[in-house]
């Protein structure tokens, strides 16, 4: 049986390829997170079944007993990623929880993560980055960033000591775009989050690969400017009721 999730699923990876397509880039260069806050782990484990492996979340109280009750129910390897600010007191609750931290704001978080990670295990990161400069925006400062090279050499210094901490590897970076009429109008931030990347990398020397942009409203343009993770909610599991 298709189910309207299914289906959905099925609407969206046609989407990513259609992207792909236009960009000349392959599919599999991209993974879908799906978002899955506000949803009971029932519609996770309904995903699960439909093929998803990826899930984000935003808040931890409500992750911690959301994996555990997914996690309970399928033999699945999932993995699950945090999207939303952190607390840096809610660093021990996190760390052990995620495969990936897609919400680093600051070396001192990174430093707690590191701390609160259980021997032996590996978290890995991204840097948030607001590079729009919206103030409701969380995430490194980096606003014109092309025009201000201590804010890189900065943010690059941040990278290197991040990396050095231990148990923690940094993939790459995350920002989100403004809420636009036109999907277009966000095209700059993406194209700004990837020259930031490759910036970066250049000035570290340490690989950047995964650049997570594009959520349900902009993901298709997110792809073309180059996303290698993108987050969708609403156009997988329909409006939220908060949030
Ligand atoms: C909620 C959220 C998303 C998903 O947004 P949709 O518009 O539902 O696709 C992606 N990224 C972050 C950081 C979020 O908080």
Redesign the pocket.
Known sequence: MVTALGERIETVRAEIARSCGRAGRNPSEVTL?A?S?THPASVVLEAVQAGLRDF?E?RVEEAESKIAAVMAQTGEPLGWHM??HIQSRKAREVAPLFKMV??VDSVRLAGKLAQALPEGRELALLLECNVSGESSKGGFAMRDWERDPAAVAGLAQSVGEIAALPGLTVRGL?T?APIADEPEDVRPVFRSLRRLRDALEQQTGISLPVLSMG???D?PVAIEEGATMV???????GE?AT?
């Open positions: 997170v978002v806050k984000g935003n999207i939303g897609q919400s995350m989100m959520m349900t409203d993901y987050r969708v909610g609403r156009a997988l599991f939220r949030q």
